[in-house]
Protein backbone atom coordinates (compact mmCIF):
# COMPACT_ATOMS: atom_id res chain seq x y z
CA UNK A 1 0.00 0.00 0.00
CA UNK A 2 1.55 3.48 -0.85
CA UNK A 3 1.32 6.92 0.64
CA UNK A 4 -1.76 8.60 -0.65
CA UNK A 5 -1.33 12.20 -2.18
CA UNK A 6 -4.34 13.56 -0.59
CA UNK A 7 -5.13 13.98 3.04
CA UNK A 8 -7.86 12.59 4.81
CA UNK A 9 -10.49 15.25 3.67
CA UNK A 10 -9.34 14.44 -0.33
CA UNK A 11 -7.97 17.38 -0.70
CA UNK A 12 -3.93 17.04 -2.56
CA UNK A 13 -1.74 17.28 -0.02
CA UNK A 14 1.85 17.52 -2.29
CA UNK A 15 4.10 18.20 1.08
CA UNK A 16 2.99 15.63 3.40
CA UNK A 17 3.12 13.51 0.19
CA UNK A 18 6.77 14.35 -0.62
CA UNK A 19 7.70 14.29 3.08
CA UNK A 20 6.28 10.69 3.97
CA UNK A 21 7.52 9.34 0.98
CA UNK A 22 11.40 10.46 1.86
CA UNK A 23 11.14 8.80 4.90
CA UNK A 24 9.62 5.19 3.50
CA UNK A 25 12.99 5.57 1.01
CA UNK A 26 15.34 6.17 4.05
CA UNK A 27 13.56 3.14 5.88
CA UNK A 28 14.46 0.84 3.06
CA UNK A 29 17.69 2.24 2.35
CA UNK A 30 18.79 1.37 5.88
CA UNK A 31 17.16 -2.20 5.99
CA UNK A 32 19.14 -2.94 2.64
CA UNK A 33 22.70 -1.32 4.02
CA UNK A 34 22.76 -2.78 7.43
CA UNK A 35 24.83 -5.87 7.64
CA UNK A 36 25.53 -7.36 10.97
CA UNK A 37 29.27 -8.28 11.79
CA UNK A 38 29.84 -11.77 12.68
CA UNK A 39 32.63 -13.81 13.96
CA UNK A 40 33.29 -16.83 12.15
CA UNK A 41 34.34 -19.78 14.37
CA UNK A 42 36.15 -22.78 12.75
CA UNK A 43 39.29 -25.24 13.01
CA UNK A 44 42.53 -24.16 11.63
CA UNK A 45 45.15 -26.02 13.07
CA UNK A 46 46.18 -29.45 11.78
CA UNK A 47 45.15 -29.23 8.27
CA UNK A 48 45.80 -25.79 7.52
CA UNK A 49 44.97 -25.63 3.86
CA UNK A 50 41.99 -27.75 4.00
CA UNK A 51 40.27 -25.64 6.92
CA UNK A 52 41.56 -21.93 5.34
CA UNK A 53 39.21 -23.08 2.47
CA UNK A 54 36.30 -24.12 4.83
CA UNK A 55 37.05 -20.63 6.46
CA UNK A 56 36.83 -18.84 3.02
CA UNK A 57 33.39 -21.23 2.30
CA UNK A 58 31.79 -20.28 5.53
CA UNK A 59 32.46 -16.22 4.90
CA UNK A 60 30.89 -16.48 1.49
CA UNK A 61 28.21 -18.32 3.44
CA UNK A 62 27.57 -15.43 5.88
CA UNK A 63 27.89 -13.00 3.15
CA UNK A 64 25.09 -14.47 0.78
CA UNK A 65 23.37 -14.71 4.27
CA UNK A 66 23.37 -10.34 4.92
CA UNK A 67 26.88 -10.47 7.24
CA UNK A 68 29.88 -8.78 7.10
CA UNK A 69 31.88 -11.80 8.37
CA UNK A 70 35.25 -11.52 10.24
CA UNK A 71 37.17 -15.28 10.04
CA UNK A 72 40.66 -14.41 12.07
CA UNK A 73 42.38 -17.37 11.26
CA UNK A 74 41.97 -16.09 7.24
CA UNK A 75 43.67 -12.98 8.61
CA UNK A 76 46.40 -13.29 11.26
CA UNK A 77 48.43 -16.19 9.66
CA UNK A 78 49.31 -13.61 6.94
CA UNK A 79 51.81 -12.25 9.01
CA UNK A 80 51.53 -14.53 12.84
CA UNK A 81 52.70 -18.03 12.82
CA UNK A 82 50.56 -20.40 14.32
CA UNK A 83 52.93 -23.06 15.02
CA UNK A 84 54.69 -20.73 17.32
CA UNK A 85 52.96 -21.06 20.87
CA UNK A 86 53.59 -17.04 21.52
CA UNK A 87 52.46 -15.88 18.04
CA UNK A 88 49.35 -17.83 18.68
CA UNK A 89 48.76 -16.22 21.88
CA UNK A 90 48.61 -13.19 20.16
CA UNK A 91 46.72 -13.97 17.15
CA UNK A 92 43.94 -15.09 20.02
CA UNK A 93 44.45 -12.36 21.74
CA UNK A 94 43.48 -10.58 19.30
CA UNK A 95 40.15 -12.00 17.57
CA UNK A 96 38.92 -12.13 21.61
CA UNK A 97 39.20 -7.90 21.23
CA UNK A 98 37.87 -8.34 17.98
CA UNK A 99 34.94 -10.59 18.96
CA UNK A 100 33.89 -8.17 21.02
CA UNK A 101 33.13 -5.81 17.90
CA UNK A 102 31.04 -8.76 15.91
CA UNK A 103 27.04 -9.12 16.96
CA UNK A 104 27.40 -12.80 16.66
CA UNK A 105 29.42 -15.92 16.69
CA UNK A 106 28.72 -18.39 13.82
CA UNK A 107 30.61 -21.79 14.80
CA UNK A 108 30.82 -24.37 11.71
CA UNK A 109 31.64 -27.83 11.98
CA UNK A 110 31.06 -30.84 14.46
CA UNK A 111 34.91 -30.50 15.79
CA UNK A 112 35.34 -27.74 18.50
CA UNK A 113 39.13 -27.28 18.91
CA UNK A 114 40.37 -25.98 22.08
CA UNK A 115 40.65 -22.02 20.24
CA UNK A 116 36.84 -22.26 19.15
CA UNK A 117 35.74 -23.46 22.69
CA UNK A 118 37.66 -20.19 23.93
CA UNK A 119 35.69 -17.97 21.39
CA UNK A 120 32.63 -19.76 22.12
CA UNK A 121 33.23 -19.24 26.05
CA UNK A 122 33.69 -15.51 25.48
CA UNK A 123 30.70 -15.00 23.51
CA UNK A 124 28.54 -16.52 25.82
CA UNK A 125 29.84 -14.83 28.81
CA UNK A 126 28.81 -11.53 26.90
CA UNK A 127 25.82 -13.10 25.88
CA UNK A 128 26.45 -12.61 22.22
CA UNK A 129 24.19 -15.14 20.45
CA UNK A 130 25.92 -18.16 19.40
CA UNK A 131 24.77 -20.22 16.45
CA UNK A 132 25.91 -23.44 14.69
CA UNK A 133 26.43 -25.09 11.40
CA UNK A 134 27.26 -28.02 9.96
CA UNK A 135 30.18 -28.15 7.28
CA UNK A 136 27.47 -28.11 4.40
CA UNK A 137 26.88 -24.65 6.25
CA UNK A 138 23.02 -26.04 7.68
CA UNK A 139 22.13 -24.52 10.84
CA UNK A 140 21.85 -26.66 13.71
CA UNK A 141 20.44 -26.24 17.20
CA UNK A 142 23.49 -27.05 19.06
CA UNK A 143 26.74 -29.60 18.53
Not at 25 to 42: D, L, Q
Not at 78 to 97: C, T, W, Y
Amino acid sequence: MGISRYNSEGYSDPTSHAALSGIRREEKAAKRAYRPIVYICSPFAGDTEGNTQKARRYSRFAVKNGAIPFAPHLLFPQFLDDGKPAERAIGMFMGMVLLGKCEQLWVFGCTISTGMAAEIEKAEKRNMPVRYFTENCEEVCKL
